[in-house]
T-cell receptor, first 115, second 113 residues
Framework: DTEVTQTPKHLVMGMTNKKSLKCEQH?????MYWYKQKAKKPPELMFV???????INESVPSRFSPECPNSSLLNLHLHALQPEDSALYLC??????????????FGPGTRLTVT | DQQVKQNSPSLSVQEGRISILNCDYT??????FLWYKKYPAEGPTFLIS?????DKNEDGRFTVFLNKSAKHLSLHIVPSQPGDSAVYFC????????????FGPGTSLSVIP
């Protein structure tokens, strides 16, 4: 199983709503990532969890709150978002335990629209 | 300041010919490079990678060349197929944290039948 799954596929939320994005992988990977991608732009790293601990936070606003309940699951909790946060949110995972094992497997993404 | 650059936003190639996608980087700390392919409405898919200790890596129709002195890499696809039409992202990371991957802006490849 080389799949990373993300739910929901699409999400529309108001600026006062609280919602969560979910990501799951069953490849035994030790690292999981959240990226944000705007139209016609490259993915931008937001957070990295390594062995279920937050290892990288790219100065993301606190209205985005990541959570890693176990080695297979990664959540992104959203609260009080702004319309400019509308984007494709990608989850990825990697084995990352030795040379040439850092390629990341991406999920299909959640298309988020903030109204 | 873009650390990974792909100066061609788009490229069109005839089916069966070679596609060459270029990438330049500015950070001399980068020592691991990756190429990803992305179809619309899907997440990026890993294609091929290369470590800075090599200057070439080949996988089937895909070959990546690295010129460290020029801080330049290229992806060659031979022969190109219509199914290769996608956006290709060059990406780079450093041994300080291979988890922190910096993506280039992407090149949209169209392979014309």
């Amino acid at each position: 199983d080389t799949e990373v799954t993300q739910t929901p596929k699409h999400l529309v939320m108001g600026m006062t709503n609280k919602k969560s994005l979910k990501c799951e992988q069953h490849m035994g990977h030790r690292a999981m990532y959240w990226y944000k991608q705007k139209a016609k732009k490259p993915p931008e790293l937001m957070f990295v969890y390594s062995y279920e601990k937050l290892s990288i936070n790219e100065s993301v606003p606190s209205r985005f709150s990541p959570e890693c309940p176990n080695s297979s699951l990664l959540n992104l909790h959203l609260h009080a978002l702004q319309p400019e946060d509308s984007a494709l949110y990608l989850c990825a995972s990697s084995q990352g335990s030795g040379p040439a094992t850092y390629e990341q497997y991406f999920g299909p993404g959640t298309r988020l629209t903030v109204t | 300041d873009q650390q990974v650059k792909q100066n061609s936003p788009s490229l069109s190639v005839q089916e069966g010919r070679i596609s060459i996608l270029n990438c330049d980087y500015t950070n001399s700390m980068f020592d691991y490079f990756l190429w990803y392919k992305k179809y619309p409405a899907e997440g990026p898919t890993f294609l091929i990678s290369i470590s800075s200790i090599k200057d070439k890596n080949e996988d089937g129709r895909f070959t990546v060349f690295l010129n460290k002195s020029a801080k330049h890499l290229s992806l060659h696809i031979v022969p190109s197929q219509p199914g290769d039409s996608a956006v290709y992202f060059c990406a780079a990371s450093a041994s300080t944290s291979y988890d922190k991957v910096i993506f280039g802006p992407g090149t949209s490849l169209s392979v014309i039948p």
